[in-house]
């Protein structure tokens, strides 16, 4: 089982920078997808970033401002977020996809990020 830890979510006027930091309890392997998701108040949980060994994802509304990366030394995971807007309030979310072995995906708790205008 993966225990998953957010931190350095905050309070920033918009066009200000935030780095996010996912802690994991166990190892992290190479074939884990780790990943940021982001939930707004009255809407779903929508995907931010994933990163693999070799490829990153971004959606359309965070492309060219955030930056996802892992340290698997550290069994680590960031989440860069600069130029920040108002939009991108939400609480967001540490997920590990593993392909092998049950369960399959592992969630943090959270952590608030509030963007002033």
């Known amino acids: 089982q993966v225990r998953l830890v957010e931190s350095g979510g905050g309070l920033v006027q918009a066009g200000g920078s935030l780095r996010l930091s996912c802690a994991a309890s166990?190892?992290?392997?190479?074939?884990?997808?780790m990943g940021w998701y982001r939930q707004a108040p009255g809407k779903q949980r929508e995907l931010v970033a994933t990163?693999?060994?070799?490829?990153?994802n971004y959606a359309d509304a965070v492309k060219g401002r955030f930056t996802i990366s892992r340290d698997n030394a550290k069994n680590t995971v960031y989440l860069q977020m600069n130029s920040l807007k108002p939009e991108d309030t939400a609480v967001y979310y540490c997920n590990v996809n593993r392909p092998y072995g049950e369960p399959s995906d592992f969630w943090g708790q959270g952590t608030q990020v509030t963007v002033s205008s």
């Open positions: 166990g190892k992290i392997f190479a074939t884990d997808v």
């Open positions: 990163i693999t060994r070799g490829d990153t």
